[in-house]
Nanobody
Framework: QVQLVESGGGLVQAGGSLRLSCAAS????????VAWFRQAPGKDREFVGA????????YYAESVSGRFTISRDNAKNTVYLQMNSLKPEDTAVYYC????????????????WGQGTQVTVSS
């Protein structure tokens, strides 16, 4: 059974940093694309970024490009989301998702999801 577990969320002041982790089990991790999405209260889930299987290519939403960095350690079955220069509008529940297909911003294309971790950025 595939399981994705996010961690690292919390409360941070604007301008601060957080690093989220997504630990995977129950799958051959190196064969899976991993993406991060977020959902703020009252808003639709939105794409944050994604990383391909090898970790050699990453994709970002325009709203986080230059501030967020996705990386992965296939030996540890873990993907990371480093978030710098955080803004209050980054406040959301952050989810990781995995799929065997190439990266996409379309949340409907991902079959496996974590439970989410809350990130709150105070002004």
């Amino acid at each position: 059974q595939v399981q994705l577990v996010e961690s690292g969320g919390g409360l941070v002041q604007a301008g601060g940093s957080l690093r989220l982790s997504c630990a995977a089990s129950g799958l051959t991790f190196r064969y899976y694309t991993v993406a991060w999405f977020r959902q703020a209260p009252g808003k639709d889930r939105e794409f944050v970024g994604a990383i391909n299987r090898s970790g050699g290519t990453t994709y970002y939403a325009e709203s986080v490009s230059g501030r967020f960095t996705i990386s992965r350690d296939n030996a540890k079955n873990t993907v990371y989301l480093q978030m710098n220069s955080l803004k209050p509008e980054d406040t959301a529940v952050y989810y990781c998702a995995a799929d065997s297909e190439p990266p996409t911003y379309d949340s409907g294309r991902y079959d496996n999801w974590g439970q989410g971790t809350q990130v709150t950025v105070s002004s």
